[in-house]
């Protein structure tokens, strides 16, 4: 149980062109999702926390109009980038928290790889 | 402030050595999660741990233990008999009220043959 998923694993695209990236909680509610980026040889950083049928919360120096969150079900968080640019290219892991659950533990996805060339 | 430092950037070891990674933690919440993930060359995390506040009880899985003190906000990591599976990085994590994870800067430990 408490398997989460990202699509794309990994995409390619060019710059100014825009790129949405699922999470889904696939056998669990999740009325909370992390999205989270990793530079390479770096940590995760927390970009935004994402509630269902609200506005996201975006952590300081995270442009909110760059990087669209949106939690439409208990079950699926978008993080769409707008325009990326190449300085946007990192490894992007998305999070959730099962509802069912009492306690801080999250489920993490398999990240997806964005490379903008 | 919350904060978690891995003072140990990379960390070299010979197959069935013992390893200690370290974690050190800030916070001011007297409630609070620790976790540790290890992160393998494919980049998903894997859950190894998760431990609240309360509970200062040492822990051991197989070959991995933890050790956790928070009289020195540490709460570290051993591996024991360390294997050339075992080469990954591995991040501290502290959960703050709501569930944010601030995670440390990792440890990368690569365990020859």
């Known amino acids: 149980g408490a398997v989460v998923s990202q699509h794309p694993s990994w995409v390619i695209c060019k710059s100014g062109t825009s790129v949405k990236i699922e999470c889904r909680s696939l056998?669990?509610?999740?009325?909370?999702m992390f999205w989270y980026r990793q530079f390479p040889k770096q940590s995760l950083m927390l970009m935004a926390t994402s509630n269902e049928g609200s506005k996201a919360t975006y952590e300081q120096g995270v442009e909110k109009d760059k990087f669209l969150i949106n939690h439409a079900s208990l079950t699926l968080s978008t993080l769409t980038v707008t325009s990326a640019h190449p300085e946007d290219s990192s490894f992007y892991i998305c999070?959730?928290?099962?509802?069912?659950?009492?306690?801080?533990?999250?489920?993490f996805g398999p990240g997806t790889r964005l490379t903008v060339t | 402030a919350q904060k978690v430092t891995q003072a140990q950037t990379e960390i070299s070891v010979v197959e069935k050595e013992d390893v200690t990674l370290d974690c050190v933690y800030e916070?001011?919440?007297?409630?609070?999660?620790l976790f540790w993930y290890k992160q393998p060359p494919s980049g998903e995390l894997v859950f190894l741990i998760r431990r609240n506040s309360f509970d200062e009880q040492n822990e051991i899985s197989g070959r991995y233990s933890w050790n956790f003190q928070k009289s020195t906000s540490s709460f570290n990591f051993t591996i024991t008999a360390s294997q050339v599976v075992d080469s990954a990085v591995y991040f501290c994590a502290l959960s703050q009220q709501g569930g944010k994870l601030i995670f440390g800067q990792g440890t990368e430990l690569s365990v020859k043959p």
């Open positions: 916070t001011r919440d007297t409630t609070y999660y």
């Open positions: 056998d669990f509610q999740a009325t909370t």
């Open positions: 999070s959730a928290r099962d509802r069912g659950r009492v306690g801080y533990e999250q489920y």
